[in-house]
């Protein structure tokens, strides 16, 4: 089971961003997966994430309104579209599964499978 983050930079408050998630070694769409993030001197938090019990999304407040997750099923690759970034969305951000979770979890511990996180900076 792999995961691999990419996408992030540096942009402009206002700006946009599109991470990318592709996976590997397991089937994308027979598990729930989510995004997280870390900003530095911050404990990692859950902002977004598919559940497989019920095929929805789930969004933190933060990023509600905001942020998109989407899969692309045939690329084996999860999406988060970042619109209206702001200088407190800047973070490394990563993607995660497990393969025993299929509710909806906003709790890195529930989750045992990490890509390597993709640092996004947003600044003026």
């Known amino acids: 089971v792999q995961l691999q983050a990419s996408g992030g930079g540096l942009v402009q408050p206002g700006e946009f961003l599109r991470l990318s998630c592709a996976a590997s070694?397991?089937?994308?769409?027979?598990?729930?997966i989510g995004w997280f993030r870390q900003a530095p001197g911050k404990e990692r938090e859950g902002i977004s994430c598919i559940s497989v019990s019920d095929g929805r999304t789930y969004y933190a407040d933060s990023v509600k309104g905001r942020f998109t997750v989407y899969r692309d099923n045939a690329k084996n690759t999860m999406y988060l579209q970042m619109n209206s970034l702001k200088p407190e969305d800047t973070a490394v951000y990563y993607c995660?599964?497990?393969?025993?979770?299929?509710?909806?979890?906003?709790?890195?511990?529930?989750?045992?499978?990490w890509g390597q996180g993709t640092q996004v900076t947003v600044s003026s």
């Open positions: 995660a599964t497990d393969l025993m979770l299929y509710f909806w979890s906003f709790d890195p511990h529930d989750y045992d499978y």
């Open positions: 070694g397991f089937t994308l769409d027979d598990y729930t």
